[in-house]
C-alpha cells in the first residue's frame, strides 16, 4: 500500500507571503492571532482520521505559543522547522538565512523537547538561487529538506527537479529532499494535494492528479495550513491577486482536506518512511 505524507505549514493567517507586502514582521503582534484555535481544530480532525504528519513550525509561533507545540508532539506529529521570520530564502544573505534558521530551530526545540531534523523554507523558496541554502541547513543539523517545487511559479520552483523523494549532496554532507507533489500530464508538471493547489482549483482536478500519482507509484506529499480550514478570518486589505490566493474556497477547504485523507490514507510524517 502507497504511504502518503501529510504535512502541516504551522503559520498564521496574517504571516503569509501574500500580505508581506501589506503586513509588517514588526506588526505581527498587533493582529489577533487564531493559530492556536486552528491548529488544535487541525489537529481534532487528524485525530478522526488517524493521520499523523510532520508540522512545519514557524518560530515565532513556537516562541510565542509553546503548549501548542506541546500538543502537536502529544497528539503524535513530528515537529520540524518553517524558519522563524517567514522570509523568502533568496532576499536574504547567507549570515541572515543561518541566524534565522537557528533561532527558530532552538526556539522549536526548546518548546517541543526533542530534536526537529526537518526544514521546509518559507514558500518553498529554495530555488537556483538559493541553492546554498542547502548545505547550512546541513550544518545546522538538518537530516532532510522540503522546499523544492519541481515546476514553474511566479516566486519559487525549479523546472526539472525531481518528482520523487531524491538526495541532494552538498559540501557539508547530505539531505534528503521531499519535493512538493507534481503530476505529469501532457509533458508539464502540475502541482497538487496540497495548500491553495487543493482549495483553489476544482475537486476533479486533485482526484485526476491523484490517479495520476498512483499509476506512478509516486507518493502523496500533502500540505495544509491552520488558517485554511477557517473561513471566518479576518480579511486584509491587500491585491486582487492575494486576496484571490488567500481567501479562495475557504469555506471548501475542510471538507476537501477530510477527502483527501479518507480516500489516501494512510498518511505519515516523514521520519516513518525513513532516511
Known sequence: MQLNILTVDVEDYFQVQAFASVVTRSSWDQYASRIENNTLNLLDILDEHHAHGTFFILGWVAE????????????????????????????????????????????????????????????????????????????????????????????????????????????????????VTTFRCGGQNFPVGGGGYLRIPPLWYTRFGIRRLRK????????????EIDPEQPRIAASLKSRFRHYTNLNKMESRLRAVLRYNSPFSMISQRGM
Do not use: M, N
Open 64 to 179: 510565542r505559543y509553546p503548549g501548542l507545540i506541546r500538543e502537536i508532539v502529544k497528539r503524535g506529529h513530528e515537529p520540524a522547522c518553517h524558519s522563524y521570520w517567514h522570509r523568502l530564502i533568496y532576499q536574504l544573505e547567507c549570515r541572515e538565512f543561518r541566524d534565522d534558521t537557528l533561532q527558530a530551530k532552538d526556539v522549536i526545540e526548546q518548546a517541543a523537547s526533542t530534536t526537529v531534523r526537518g526544514y521546509r523554507a518559507p514558500s518553498f523558496s529554495i530555488t537556483s538561487r538559493s541553492l546554498w541554502a542547502l548545505e547550512i541547513l546541513v550544518e545546522a543539523g538538518f537530516s532532510y529538506d522540503s522546499s523544492i517545487f519541481p515546476g514553474r511559479h511566479d516566486i519559487y520552483g525549479i523546472p526539472g527537479a525531481p518528482r520523487v523523494p531524491f538526495r541532494i549532496e552538498t559540501a557539508s554532507g547530505s539531505l534528503l529532499e521531499y519535493p
Open 216 to 227: 506512478e507509484s509516486v507518493p502523496l506529499i500533502a500540505y495544509v495550513h491552520p488558517w
